[in-house]
């Protein structure tokens, strides 16, 4: 009695099929974000979507076993209130893999990752197989083809070039230098310290160019270097 209160016969019969298919359609989604070396990697996704089957089997198990059957209670339960608490628990697990540097944000893609292993979990823990590999298969396929074709068209991205020079320094000169083809300077700070009479120039840079955008970074270091411009120091990094 009390295992089929727990897992009525609808679910009784192949709960154990629909874990198992979940928890593999989740490590293949984990499995490639685990070659890059993301926090919420293989483990992660098969937890996840493992997670969410186990909710909605027992939400249809408890719909079943309270509105229906020999141990029906009379009382009407809705299988979908469960299924609407996983959307929002997944949202905080993946708010805490959004990364916000300056202009950049990291872990945006495996956030995503981690609600569609959640919405495969729940699709198999429901039964519907078909649903769930299906959308595994376009979810690998964004992950892995569309990554590399992101490659191929120019886009923007943003640095910023820090140069450490006498305070006398022209920062006309440097700019012309810094200036190029596919690059604009957004805004420009600086700073001089009078005691050691030295000036921090800061470059807030924003690229469009397509592949390796830091390869363009060698091309301004090397040009600075050739102009005979006197710099004591200087970084390029990400904004």
């Known amino acids: 009695m009390f295992g089929q209160f727990i897992f009525p016969e609808a679910v009784s ?9 979940a928890c593999l359609l989740g490590a293949a989604i984990g499995f490639e974000r685990d070659i890059h070396g993301r926090a919420a990697g293989l483990r992660t996704n098969m937890l996840v979507s493992m997670g969410a089957a186990l909710f909605m089997l027992v939400s249809v198990a408890v719909a079943e076993s309270f509105s229906g059957g020999p141990e029906s209670t009379g009382l009407r339960v809705d299988p979908s209130r469960i299924a609407a608490q996983i959307v929002t628990g997944i949202g905080f697990l993946g708010a805490g893999a959004i990364i916000k540097e300056g202009f950049n944000v990291r872990g945006l893609t495996t956030a995503a990752c981690l609600w569609v ?10 039964g519907f197989f078909e649903m769930a590999i299906v959308v ?6 964004t992950l892995v083809v569309v990554n590399r074709f992101e490659k191929v ?8 070039l820090e140069i450490t020079v006498a305070n006398d ?8 230098i810094v200036k190029r083809k596919h690059l604009k300077i957004l805004f420009l700070d600086f700073s001089r310290d009078y005691k050691t009479n030295r000036m921090v120039i800061t470059f807030s840079i924003r690229l469009f160019l397509k592949g390796v955008t830091d390869k363009l970074s060698h091309q301004i270091v090397a040009d600075l270097e050739a102009s005979g411009y006197p710099i004591h120091k200087l970084s390029w990094g990400h904004q």
């Open 117 to 126: 292993s959640a919405g495969v979990g729940m699709a198999a823990g429901s």
């Open 169 to 176: 320094a022209d920062i006309s000169k440097l700019i012309d």
């Open 13 to 21: 019969s192949n709960f154990l099929i629909r874990l198992v298919v």
């Open 153 to 160: 068209y120019a886009k923007d991205s943003y640095r910023t």
């Open 136 to 141: 595994t298969l376009i979810g690998l396929f």
